[in-house]
């Protein structure tokens, strides 16, 4: 079946810009998970939804970014006013419900110059 | 959830077993271990997980110590295509998330 898809798969911005990033997960499950991966880092939690429970944002790294969930489905990442230090790979995972197994999509590669 | 310690690079030559040791001696009981693997420029690829019993699916193996403190995942013949970073993980069934390490970079060699 399908997997978890990202879109886009890179994105090129100038600093100060907002970007959106787009995760659909696999379909039926109801936790999503994005995380950031720096250049030769390991992954960095950043925001989980499960069904229709308030978020935890936890992980995010400033109030620059958010994330929404529409319809328990597709989620979306913002990030305003973008700083070079935001250049990373963003991942979008989604399980089945929490704390099984997470299923990762390809991920977008996000450069703010 | 319990901090994970691996070898930051290993090398297999192809057709081998490939052994990659994960050190988890703070685990709890109630702690599984994962096994995901990233090849460059992906998103983390699962690969299995089990709490006290050895695991085996059509990826790999996973042998945990009947004291839990650590656990070898083995790919029975590895493939150029296994050239990875391979992340062990300690996650409880009360995590939200998972705590990803730096890995093993694992190189199979023609």
């Known amino acids: 079946g399908a997997g978890v898809s990202q879109s886009p798969s890179n994105k090129v911005t100038e600093k100060g810009k907002d970007v959106e990033l787009r995760c659909d997960p696999i379909?039926?499950?109801?936790?999503l998970y994005w995380y950031r991966q720096s250049l030769g880092q390991g992954l960095e939690f950043l925001i989980y939804?499960?069904?229709?429970?308030?978020?935890?944002k936890s992980g995010l790294p400033s109030d620059r970014f958010s994330a929404e969930r529409t319809g328990g489905s597709v989620s979306t990442l913002t990030i305003q006013r973008t700083q070079q230090e935001d250049s990373a790979v963003y991942l979008c995972?989604?399980?089945?419900?929490?704390?099984?197994?997470?299923?990762f999509g390809p991920g977008t590669r996000l450069l703010v110059l | 959830d319990a901090k994970t310690t691996q070898p930051p690079s290993m090398d297999c030559a192809e057709g081998r077993a490939a052994n990659l040791p994960c050190n988890h001696s703070t685990i709890s009981g109630n702690e599984y271990v994962y096994w995901y693997r990233q090849i460059h420029s992906q998103g983390p690829q699962y690969i299995i997980h089990?709490?006290?019993n050895n695991e085996t699916n059509e990826m790999a193996s996973l042998i945990i110590t009947e004291d839990r403190k650590s656990s070898t995942l083995i790919l029975p013949h590895a493939t150029l295509r296994d050239t990875a970073v391979y992340y062990c993980?300690?996650?409880?069934?009360?995590?939200?998330?998972?705590?990803f390490g730096t890995g093993t970079s694992l190189t199979v060699i023609p």
């Open positions: 995972a989604s399980s089945p419900s929490a704390y099984e197994t997470q299923y």
């Open positions: 089990g709490l006290k």
């Open positions: 379909s039926g499950h109801t936790a």
């Open positions: 939804f499960q069904g229709n429970s308030a978020p935890d």
């Open positions: 993980i300690g996650r409880s069934n009360t995590g939200n998330q998972f705590y």
